[in-house]
């Protein structure tokens, strides 16, 4: 019983210690300019016609703004959850989270597992959010102005009916 409490007070410090990273400023201001930046894009993408004429400057303010927000995205969000889980979290190497030489989670394994490792797997996490964001940006991007094709009248049997 004793080691079943203390496994469930670890998990809960590690999911708490975890969540406390919306507390920093900077990460948590990192992540709100990078959905408002994603949010200009699905607007802009609403708003612009797919035909419409684009300018050298329009071109170049466009780019600049797409090379920030990659930037903002892979860089500098990762960049504030890696500094704050390793200075005020303590998610450093010398805290073994499991394996041997851990307090209790999973003392058994053979495999050590810090919790920088932790750290690390949660900013692989905001990695793959931020390409999966960015995929669906670009696909936003390249699909706006386009009309959903009308529904053709089906015959009984399921089939479009097509007039010759």
Known sequence: MIAAESLLSQLGTIVTSALKGLANVAFTGSLIVMFILAGIV??????????????WGEAMAASVFCTFGLFWAFGVVPHQWLTYSGSELAMRSDA???????????????????????ADLIAVGIYGMSFTLTVVLWSMWQKRGQKKTEEVEKSSYGRPLVKA
Request: proline share 8%; hydrophobic share 40%.
């Open 42 to 55: 699905v607007l802009a993408s609403k708003k612009r016609p797919k035909d419409a004429y684009l300018s």
């Open 96 to 118: 073994i989270l499991a394996g041997p030489g851990s307090t209790g989670l999973m003392e058994w394994s053979p495999i050590v597992i810090s919790k920088q490792t932790l």
